[in-house]
């Protein structure tokens, strides 16, 4: 199945060693979606669009997925 990159606005803490926790995302289509927890935060390949960036492992809504940070922008993989 094919996906494409969607950056969308993500809202975050940033704690004082300047720590980023992402606490909701808004969708390009306007719908705002809160992050239930951050399960994980590395460096990763975007293995669906490719690339390297900040990978984070979050939940929302009980369902597993990521986002991912690049040089400040952020952006999900979705299916085209």
């Known amino acids: 199945m094919k996906s494409r990159k969607v950056y969308v606005s993500v809202v975050a803490e940033i704690d004082e060693e300047g720590n980023k926790k992402p606490m ?3 969708w390009e289509d306007g719908r705002t979606y809160e992050i ?10 975007a ?3 490719g690339g390297t960036a900040v ?3 979050i939940s929302v809504c009980g369902k597993t ?5 690049d040089e400040g922008k952020w952006f999900a993989e979705s299916r085209i």
């Open 47 to 49: 293995q669906k669009v």
């Open 24 to 26: 909701s995302i808004k």
């Open 36 to 45: 239930d927890k951050v399960l994980e935060v590395r460096r990763a390949f």
């Open 65 to 69: 997925t990521f986002i991912f940070e």
């Open 55 to 57: 990978r984070y492992t």
